[in-house]
C-alpha cells in the first residue's frame, strides 16, 4: 500500500480543485504500480510521511497544461529512526534540507526537484546527487548552499547553465 503526495506545477490558471479529481486519478491509473494506491493532498501529514520512508520515489508527469508531481510513499517502508535518504541540511544562500530519492522523470527534466523553498530531492545515485554528497562528506557546507542557491533559480529556467558544466555537474 503507498500514498501519493500530489502536487500540480505551473499553472496559469485557476481550476477548480474538484475538476481535476476525475484527471489525477485516470493519470495515477495508467501508472503502472504493483499495489494499491491512496492519493492525500500535500500537507504536514505528507509531508512527515515522506520524511520518514526511505523508499518514496517522486514522479514527474507532463501534461498538455501542467507538470504532476507524484511522491509515491510506500507505507511498508516507513521507518522512524532510519533516514538514510536525508543527506542533510545546509545553511547559506540556500538553506534547508537535502534529499535523495529516486525521481522518475521524462530525459528532458532536471535530476532535482524543490518541494517549497527548503527541500530539494536530488535523484538518487545521478552525477549531481553524487558531487553534492562528496561536498558534503567534506563539510563544504557553504559550497553546497552556493550550488542549491543556483539550482534554486535554475528550476524556472532563469540561469545560464555554464555555471554547472564548468564545476563538471550535469543536470
Given at each position: 500500500?503507498?500514498?501519493?503526495?500530489c502536487q500540480l506545477r505551473k499553472l496559469s490558471i485557476y481550476i477548480d480543485p474538484l475538476q481535476l479529481v476525475e484527471p489525477l486519478f485516470n493519470i495515477v491509473?495508467?501508472?503502472?504500480?504493483?499495489?494499491?494506491?491512496?492519493?492525500?493532498e500535500p500537507s504536514i501529514e505528507s509531508s512527515m510521511l515522506f520524511d520518514n520512508c526511505p523508499d518514496s520515489k517522486i514522479?514527474?508527469?507532463p501534461t498538455d497544461q501542467f507538470k504532476l508531481y507524484l511522491m509515491a510513499i510506500p507505507i511498508?517502508?516507513?521507518?522512524?529512526?532510519?533516514?538514510?535518504h536525508i543527506m542533510g541540511h545546509v545553511q547559506g544562500p540556500w538553506a534547508g534540507t537535502i534529499y535523495e530519492n529516486e525521481i522518475i522523470k521524462p530525459k528532458s527534466e532536471y535530476n532535482f526537484?524543490?518541494?517549497?523553498?527548503?527541500?530539494?530531492?536530488?535523484?538518487?545515485?545521478?552525477?549531481?546527487?553524487?558531487?553534492?554528497?562528496?561536498?558534503?562528506?567534506?563539510g563544504k557546507i557553504f559550497t553546497i548552499a552556493n550550488i542549491l542557491n543556483k539550482l534554486y533559480e535554475a528550476k524556472n529556467r532563469h540561469l545560464d547553465e555554464t555555471f554547472f558544466s564548468e564545476i563538471g555537474i550535469v543536470l
Open positions: 500500500m503507498s500514498c501519493l503526495f491509473k495508467s501508472i503502472p504500480f504493483e499495489e494499491p494506491q491512496y492519493l492525500i514522479f514527474i508527469i511498508e517502508s516507513l521507518d522512524l529512526k532510519k533516514h538514510s526537484v524543490f518541494l517549497g523553498r527548503h527541500r530539494i530531492i536530488l535523484n538518487r545515485n545521478s552525477e549531481l546527487a553524487l558531487y553534492i554528497r562528496g561536498h558534503y562528506q567534506e
